[in-house]
Structure formats: structure tokens, C-alpha cells
């Protein structure tokens, strides 16, 4: 997943968009639910903004990378499914 990024004086990057929860929802095709619960447990993290909770789109593929790799070894139970 390719992103524009923004530099800083400090020569830091930004994400030039945040995903919501909903949005990281339907790129990995789970529910919002499973968004939260993968946060809680560590495998992906997010960005706090007061009460919003947003997610770079790097980490998302970073994610999606993780769970390939350890696809190929290994089933893992990566939360809840929705019905």
C-alpha cells in the first residue's frame, strides 16, 4: 500500500492520512471488533489522538505482513470472528 508522506522541519514523516477503525475494518475484511481486540492484544498498533484511535497505513501492512509470514508456519487465532 503506497502513501504520500509529509516531511517536517525536523525531517520526521507523516502519514498523509490516518485510518480509522473502520476503514483498517474493511481492509483486512474483519470487524470493526477484531480492529479493536488485535489493538488491545498488541499486534497492531495505533496512534491516540484524545479519544481517536487511528492507524497508520504502514502498521496496517506491517500486520498484514506479520500474519503472512506466520501463516505459512502456523494457524494463529487473531481474534474474535463477527458474525
Given at each position: 500500500?503506497?502513501?504520500?508522506?509529509?516531511?517536517?522541519?525536523?525531517?520526521?514523516?507523516?502519514?498523509?492520512?490516518?485510518?480509522?477503525?473502520?476503514?483498517?475494518?474493511s481492509i483486512l475484511n474483519c470487524c470493526e471488533k477484531t480492529v479493536f481486540t488485535l489493538r488491545k492484544a498488541g499486534k497492531i498498533r495505533a496512534v491516540k489522538i484524545n479519544a481517536a484511535v487511528r492507524y497508520t497505513p504502514a502498521e496496517v501492512d506491517?500486520?498484514?505482513?506479520?500474519?503472512?509470514t506466520q501463516s505459512e508456519s502456523s494457524e494463529?487465532?487473531?481474534?474474535?470472528?463477527?458474525s
Open positions: 500500500m503506497a502513501t504520500a508522506t509529509t516531511t517536517t522541519e525536523a525531517s520526521q514523516e507523516i502519514p498523509a492520512k490516518l485510518l480509522t477503525e473502520k476503514e483498517v475494518a506491517r500486520f498484514i505482513q506479520s500474519q503472512m494463529t487465532d487473531n481474534g474474535p470472528e463477527c
